[in-house]
């Protein structure tokens, strides 16, 4: 009988996966793209944030200096931008292996949060 209860959920899961929309699989693939989450980096809707604040020592006026490093804002980028960005490691962002289709949507997505656009339409 458990048996039978676990394969009705398992069922339930493989079916409910078919219905999610494009930009719900966006969602999940910006928080989650095989690889650790844009939004850790970039904020929820991928307007740029701060990763870490850190001391260095400055040589010239012997000082320790505050620091921080910063994820850029990447809701309003080009395609073509975007995407070398995604494939092509540089500095701490990390590259990732997602397809054509999976980056088409993740720019989707995280271009719909583009404050700077919403007059156009
Ligand atoms: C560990 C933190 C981190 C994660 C995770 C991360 N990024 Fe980045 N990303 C950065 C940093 C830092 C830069 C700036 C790189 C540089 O210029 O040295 C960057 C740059 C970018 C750029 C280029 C921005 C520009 O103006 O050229 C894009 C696009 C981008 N990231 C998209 C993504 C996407 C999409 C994901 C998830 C699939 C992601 N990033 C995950 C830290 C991160």
Known sequence: MKFIGFFLLFITFAFSEEFITESEYAKMLYKNPRGIGCDKCHGSKGDGALIVKYKAFNKKT??????????????????????????????????????????????????????DKKDEK
């Open 62 to 115: 012997n000082k320790y200096e505050e620091r921080s490093l910063m994820a850029p804002r990447i809701n309003n980028l080009e395609f073509d931008k975007f995407k070398s960005a995604v494939t092509d490691s540089k500095g701490i962002m990390p590259s990732y292996f997602l397809t054509q289709n999976e980056i088409l949507n993740l720019f989707e997505y995280i271009t719909s949060f583009n404050k």
